[in-house]
């Protein structure tokens, strides 16, 4: 058996395409600031594809670039500035951020209805109880992929190894409210390939390179490997590449999850304008 590969860019131009329909009939324009606090390389290749991706739908990308040294209190106030900017329809900050930033802080700080990321606890707490209103990019943009490839997710034991914020626990929010049996593994987990062996669905999500072999893997399981990581010059996942001769799907490192994560996030920066423009409503308005 070898792996048939999951076109994430495929996938991330037709949704792509779908955003650009919107934004011209949504009639409002639409901005995404981006916060960059220093000049860490990978943070900044990945601002400048979600500013290209911006362009190329017809969201203005606002530009942020401050510098490593600034304090909690001027990374606040630019995002209090940008909450009341009616340009601004959407504000991601870049994380990581600078050791003497409380990112906690500064995620409570970007206004719900402006938190494209999905990580505000208003938008958190919505998808815990069901009524999401923004989801992390991520994990929506790892949904789509399954509804593409026609995973059958009710009923299905789905494993997701890694517990953060921005991927493990959304992640297995979303494929509980699909009806799968979700389970969160990580880093303590006993015995880490027998849970993940009896996955139907495994979501691979650690930022360690070759964290699941092909023998924790169920033959035939759809693997969807979130880990970016460069070995000797060379991007791989977080899932060995002899993986492929047992799984029945799964996501290439690089081609896989990273273009949907983009793509996600752009159709929640439209989900922010529609909201912002009474189109839709925000069922909860507050910190």
């Given at each position: 058996m070898?792996?048939?590969?999951?076109d994430?860019?495929?996938l991330a131009?037709?949704v792509?395409?779908?955003?650009?329909?919107?934004v011209e009939e949504i009639?409002?324009?639409?901005?995404?600031a981006?916060?960059?606090?220093?000049?860490?390389?990978?943070?900044?290749?990945?601002?400048?594809?979600?500013q290209?991706a911006?362009r190329?739908?017809g969201?203005?990308?606002?530009?942020?670039?401050?510098?490593?040294s600034?304090?909690?209190?001027g990374l606040l106030?630019?995002?209090e500035?940008?909450?009341?900017d009616?340009?601004?329809t959407?504000i991601l900050?870049?994380?990581?951020?600078?050791e003497q930033i409380?990112e906690?802080?500064?995620i409570?700080?970007v206004?719900?209805i402006?938190?494209?990321?999905?990580f505000?606890p208003?938008?958190?707490?919505q998808?815990?109880?069901?009524?999401?209103?923004?989801?992390?990019?991520t994990?929506s943009?790892?949904?789509?992929l399954?509804?593409?490839?026609?995973v059958a997710?009710k009923g299905?034991?789905?494993?997701?190894?890694g517990?953060s914020?921005?991927?493990?626990?959304?992640?297995?929010?979303l494929?509980?409210a699909?009806h799968?049996?979700?389970t969160i593994?990580h880093?303590r987990?006993?015995?880490?390939?027998a849970?993940?062996?009896?996955?139907?669905?495994l979501v691979?999500?650690v930022?360690r390179?070759?964290?699941?072999t092909a023998?924790?893997?169920?033959?035939?399981a759809t693997?969807?490997?979130v880990?970016i990581?460069?070995?000797?010059g060379?991007?791989v996942?977080?899932?060995?590449v002899?993986v492929r001769?047992?799984a029945g799907?799964?996501?290439?490192?690089?081609g896989?999850v990273?273009?949907?994560t983009?793509?996600?996030?752009l159709?929640?920066?439209?989900?922010?304008?529609?909201?912002q423009?009474?189109?839709?409503?925000?069922?909860?308005?507050g910190?």
């Amino acid at each position: 058996m070898t792996a048939v590969l999951m076109d994430g860019k495929a996938l991330a131009a037709k949704v792509r395409a779908e955003v650009a329909r919107e934004v011209e009939e949504i009639g409002v324009s639409i901005g995404l600031a981006t916060v960059l606090v220093g000049e860490d390389p990978a943070s900044a290749v990945y601002i400048r594809r979600k500013q290209e991706a911006c362009r190329e739908v017809g969201i203005e990308p606002i530009d942020h670039k401050l510098d490593e040294s600034l304090s909690e209190e001027g990374l606040l106030a630019v995002i209090e500035e940008l909450n009341a900017d009616d340009r601004v329809t959407g504000i991601l900050v870049q994380l990581p951020l600078p050791e003497q930033i409380d990112e906690d802080r500064i995620i409570r700080a970007v206004h719900p209805i402006k938190d494209v990321d999905g990580f505000h606890p208003t938008n958190a707490g919505q998808l815990f109880q069901g009524n999401p209103t923004f989801a992390a990019a991520t994990p929506s943009g790892i949904m789509e992929l399954l509804r593409e490839y026609d995973v059958a997710l009710k009923g299905a034991r789905a494993v997701v190894v890694g517990r953060s914020n921005i991927v493990g626990k959304p992640m297995a929010l979303l494929l509980l409210a699909e009806h799968a049996t979700a389970t969160i593994a990580h880093s303590r987990t006993q015995d880490l390939g027998a849970v993940t062996k009896d996955a139907d669905v495994l979501v691979v999500a650690v930022g360690r390179p070759e964290t699941v072999t092909a023998g924790m893997v169920k033959a035939g399981a759809t693997v969807i490997d979130v880990g970016i990581n460069r070995v000797n010059g060379t991007l791989v996942g977080d899932v060995s590449v002899d993986v492929r001769d047992q799984a029945g799907l799964l996501t290439p490192v690089p081609g896989g999850v990273g273009p949907m994560t983009i793509a996600a996030l752009l159709r929640n920066t439209v989900r922010a304008a529609r909201y912002q423009a009474g189109q839709l409503a925000f069922p909860l308005d507050g910190r």
